[in-house]
């Protein structure tokens, strides 16, 4: 299948035929006729360009939402494949490229480098219909009451007296770790490691374990003592609509919220750091850049999220699972 790379910069269109290393520049509406491009053949695009209709706010999206159902339609007419690529990912893409500066050639040269380099990378479908979804909206709904509970916790640091959660978080330390695989225990500091040898084991204090226990429970419990309800649906949130729509994890993202960024930025972070070493690491005795890493570091850089993830499921799924007992016997309601 050929590969293409399309990029939209200064009111028209660059194509790069990556095959031939061929670069050809094209109005808005030359590109819409897809006569430049093979039949069969593989587009990759920023989601900006060709994922979101045209709005009055923002010169990155090209067409209205009917010129892009039109021209996904198109695409499909003539066998290509159109994959939406993460905008906030490309000047990673440079760094790693080793392309200095923005220009909409070295944007291209630097996807196309990156989407071969990691085959995996996770690549938008183009959607469907432009109308948002109940499950998008009930996650924004979610998210904003979230952030607000988040922002009223780390002031108190996750343990206000009348705080529901904060409560259940310090009683069931021990719970937790009796549940949870030593990868998640790892995660939220409830390893062995953590617990103090001159009291009786008890768990030392550490301000890491509240914050990132504090964060994943408020998802299930509300600090004035009952369980939060998706507003779409009425039910104990699920693990993906809140990994989706509320903490956003995916390379699409924006405006994470407080939650993402307890998880993403400051947990993940600082875990990968320390797995890496690379605190101390960069030309300027700072902190390594990941678009700095080797190929060994990259390498070492996806098993340390990928193993973060799967704790970060595994803790949420426990807690969610504690919660819906308490509903089942009575000790908690739903609202």
Request: charged letters at 25%; hydrophobic letters at 35%; proline letters at 4%.
């Amino acid at each position: 299948m050929q590969l293409y790379v399309a990029d939209f910069g200064k009111l028209c269109w660059h194509t790069l035929n990556v095959q031939t290393g061929t670069i050809t520049q094209l109005s808005p509406e030359q590109f819409r006729t897809l006569a430049w491009l093979p039949n069969g053949a593989k587009l990759i695009c920023e989601a900006a360009h060709l994922g979101t209709p045209r709005t009055d706010f923002s010169l990155a999206q090209v067409y209205t939402e009917q010129e892009l159902l039109s021209l996904y339609a198109a695409l499909t007419a003539k066998g290509c494949e159109l994959r939406l690529f993460p905008q906030g990912t490309t000047p990673k893409a440079r760094a790693m490229a080793g392309i200095d500066g923005k220009s909409d050639e070295g944007d291209l040269l630097a996807i196309a480098y990156y989407v071969q380099k990691f085959p995996d990378t996770p690549l938008k479908r183009p959607p469907t219909s432009f109308t948002t979804e109940r499950r998008v909206e009930a996650g924004w709904t979610f998210k904003k009451e979230n952030d607000g509970i988040l922002n009223v916790a780390r002031r108190f640091k996750y343990g206000r007296d009348d705080d529901y959660v904060a409560s259940f978080v310090e009683r069931n330390f021990d719970e937790l770790a009796s549940r949870l695989s030593d990868n998640a225990k790892e995660f939220v500091h409830l390893s062995d490691d953590y617990r103090s040898r001159k009291k009786g084991k008890s768990w030392n204090q550490d301000s890491t374990r509240k914050s990132r226990i504090y964060t994943l429970a408020a998802l299930f419990l509300h600090p004035d003592g009952y369980a939060r309800q998706r507003p779409d649906t009425g039910t104990l949130p699920g693990i993906n609509w809140l990994k989706r729509y509320v903490l956003h994890f995916s390379p699409f993202h924006f405006k994470g919220g407080i939650a993402r960024s307890n998880l993403k930025w400051h947990a993940f972070r600082n875990e990968a750091i320390n797995a890496l070493g690379t605190r101390k690491a960069s030309s300027k005795g700072k902190v390594l850049s990941h678009y700095d890493f080797n190929d060994d570091q990259q390498e070492q850089f996806r098993q340390c999220r990928k193993e973060f993830m799967g704790a970060v499921t595994a803790t949420m799924q426990t807690i969610r699972d504690m919660v819906q007992e308490k509903l089942d016997n009575g000790e908690l309601v739903l609202k």
